[in-house]
């Protein structure tokens, strides 16, 4: 991995997690192809898969309409074989109340093509392989 992929990998990811923490749909669509498919956690209760630039405005919208207001904190990113990985602590009213991830895969021009969000922390991330170290 060279240090400039590493690097934007780390842009982005904490640029993903300032837009998602603002709740700004044009951030996270700044980053984002426009057929993107994005799966969240389960957090707020919904299990839908958002599609395009459209679906991370939907997201963003039932996010502003959940009755849990989370927000992330970034503590790494990891750069993988075609894809990357965030791992946050999540916040709810500024309790930490554990962790969660998001595995994403990046397209030919740098955005995000594919994110999923997971429950998890990174010792199980690295328990099953996903990350290293």
Known sequence: MSTSASRDV????RAWV??????????????????????PTLL???RRVYRGHDGLRRWIADLHDAV???SLALRSVH??????ALVADIYIEGDLQGNGALVGRLGADGTIVEGRAYLTDAA??????????
Do not use: K, P, Y
């Open 44 to 46: 707020v209760g919904s």
């Open 10 to 13: 780390e842009t982005i990811g």
């Open 18 to 39: 300032d837009a998602f923490n603002r709740r700004d749909a044009d951030g996270l669509i700044a980053l984002s192809s426009s057929d993107i498919e994005w799966h």
């Open 79 to 84: 750069r993988l074989d075609g894809r990357f």
């Open 68 to 70: 849990i207001q989370h």
């Open 124 to 133: 199980l991330l690295r328990q099953l392989g996903v990350i290293e170290g």
